[in-house]
């Protein structure tokens, strides 16, 4: 007698063994971007801030600083656009550089403070404006640090 066969609908929802995952096969293309924490158990996609590009892997990789992950699953990190910054490993998100700081490049770590004359009001700048000054004396504080303190001459006309 031979032995039974299974069904090709019955073998579709097995679960189905490969050195990788305990998957079911519907799954079979979803390796990527997942991770396998415990032997012979299911696969799980990495979280925020992590990624895998490959296939096999028993954990998932960080995101480095100046990137970021804001996906489950994920096969790669995104760099931060100019503007922002992200100091930390195992992000989600980037941070946007406060006012008074600038950062024209993407990938950055940190932002950079605008240099003496000049200036940025607002947050996620990518360079600093110079100082226009209307009255004989400006002083732009920007979280308490001075940035910028210059005497210009006066340009208002006496009448």
């Not at 305990?22 to 032997?39: D, F, H, K, M």
């Not at 100082?131 to 504080?141: E, G, V």
């Amino acid at each position: 007698m031979r032995p039974a066969r299974a069904s090709p609908t019955a073998w579709s929802v097995l679960p189905v063994h490969t050195p990788l995952c305990w998957v079911s096969p519907p799954a079979l293309n979803a390796r990527w971007g997942w991770y396998q924490p415990i032997p012979q158990q299911p696969c799980v996609p990495c979280p925020n801030g992590t990624f895998e590009n490959g296939v096999g892997a028993t954990a998932c990789q960080a995101c480095g600083a100046g990137t970021f992950g804001n996906s489950s699953a994920s096969l790669d990190c995104f760099d931060c656009p100019s503007g922002s910054y992200q100091h930390l490993t195992a992000q989600s998100s980037c941070l946007l550089c406060s006012p008074g700081q600038y950062n024209p490049q993407s990938r950055a770590q940190q932002c950079t403070l605008c240099p003496v004359g000049h200036f940025t009001p607002i947050n996620g700048s990518t360079s600093c404006q110079l100082c226009l000054c209307l009255d004989q004396f400006s002083l732009y504080r920007v979280n308490l640090r001075v940035l910028s303190a210059l005497w210009v001459p006066s340009v208002i006309r006496m009448g």
